[in-house]
């Protein structure tokens, strides 16, 4: 009687921690509007909310810096260069994906940016890890797919 009495409570217990457990496409969901408020963000020249959603030990690789750069600090001197500067007209995120693994959530997406009749697509990867503040980034990827696209129509 005791022993089932203890499987039942166990049983019980496991079943309150399951079901209050982030689901993954609860997460997928969070990363998502995350990001999208980022690209927001970058509408108005203002990435003080991605500063914001970054670890302090981050990593950071893009298409216009020369290496890695290491820690928010690097990160938000590269950025100091555009603020006020909106970054683009309008932007999509196509076919994105989160893989999600315990405390740790892989974004990877195609970001489509439009300025004026050029458009350009950006492969993206953000990693983010799950902290006591909430979801951050601890690395993050940038790299072109092809030239710049041009939208205007063809005479």
Known sequence: ???????????????????????????????????RQAMDGWLKGNFDSLLAMSDPEITYFHAVTDKRLDGLPAVKELYEGYRGRPLFDSYEIIDPKVQVSGDTAVLTYQLETRNGAVARRWNATQVYQRKKE??????????????????????
């Open 1 to 35: 009687m005791k022993k089932t009495i203890l499987i039942c409570t166990a049983a019980a217990a496991l079943c309150g921690m399951l079901a209050s457990a982030d689901s993954d496409a609860d997460i997928a969901r969070v990363i998502l509007a995350m990001e």
């Open 134 to 155: 909430g979801w951050r980034i601890i690395h993050a990827h940038w790299s072109m797919t092809k030239p710049p696209l041009s939208t205007a129509p063809k005479q």
